[in-house]
């Protein structure tokens, strides 16, 4: 049974014709900082997707800072924070054919959402639906239906991303990334490149991919910088497991088409 979400990893704030977007962190950073600021900030949170129902910024003393709906306040009709998500059978289908489901371009709009304050697009997956209602024992009545779900996703910055990862779904942020070929002993006959992601302000591993050499060859020489880390926008649509060496604790994933990944220059 598909589930909706109340819960932001991001909002809109609107002031006059400013506009700009604030993660869940930015705003935790800002009420730690400057609380005045915090405060003017604070009132003027938006829904990212519709731009209209206000949000507030969340920081229970027993759950993870967020943002939510403010009480009474209604989101457009066909705002994605009023769509069930996905059910996971369509994930499995959408990950391992992504080309059916255009999930490069679903990808893209999710950085756009991001990064991009007047790009306000809810993106949900559409599914189509065939239900079978038989008649007689030997005819049936087939009547084909729409339904629009909204694909899971989550903030690759996030604090708590170790602990909020499980399930196939949408990863994205501004990360750093610096590749990473392993040594004879490390390499195997599938895998040949390793791109590693990092948190921006931390500078501290938050994943792992794989990639195969045939795919690492078709990816834009710009991403694969090797001299030194650097900056991008990134999302992902891929499952992971958490890995533990002596890098530390970090999650782990694959790659294999890369119509499942997309880079975003900042």
């Not at 909002?11 to 400057?34: C, I, Q, S």
């Not at 949900?124 to 024992?137: F, L, Q, R």
């Not at 890995?243 to 975003?264: A, M, Q």
């Amino acid at each position: 049974m598909a589930q909706k979400g109340t819960k932001f990893e991001y909002a809109l704030y609107v002031d006059g014709n400013k506009k700009e977007k604030y993660t869940v962190n930015e705003l935790t950073a800002m009420r730690n900082n400057n609380l005045l600021m915090y405060n003017q900030t604070k009132i003027k949170l938006y829904c990212p997707y519709c731009g209209k129902a206000r949000l507030t910024h969340r920081c229970p003393s027993e759950k993870n800072d967020h943002f939510t709906t403010i009480p009474h306040e209604i989101h457009e009709t066909d705002c994605s924070a009023e769509i069930d998500y996905i059910p996971s059978k369509y994930l499995i289908k959408m990950k391992d054919v992504p080309k059916d489901y255009n999930m490069h371009n679903r990808l893209t709009g999710v950085l756009a959402n991001l990064f991009l304050a007047d790009n306000e697009m809810a993106n949900p997956a559409t599914i189509v639906d065939i239900e079978v209602n038989s008649k007689t024992p030997t005819t049936s009545l087939k009547q084909r239906t729409t339904t629009r779900y909204k694909i899971p996703r989550k903030l690759l910055t996030n604090d708590k991303i170790l602990s909020e990862f499980k399930g196939i779904k949408i990863f994205y942020g501004k990360v750093i990334i610096k590749w990473y070929e392993p040594s004879n002993q490390e390499s195997n006959s599938y895998y040949n490149h390793y791109m590693h992601i990092l948190n921006p302000d931390k500078l501290t591993l938050i994943c792992s991919v794989k990639f195969k050499d045939r795919l690492y060859r078709q990816i834009d020489e710009k991403y694969k910088q090797k001299d030194s880390p650097f900056k991008v926008g990134i999302a992902f649509f891929t499952d992971m497991i958490v890995k533990c060496d002596n890098k530390g604790t970090f999650l782990n994933s694959e790659i294999s088409d890369l119509d499942n990944i997309v880079f975003y220059d900042l």
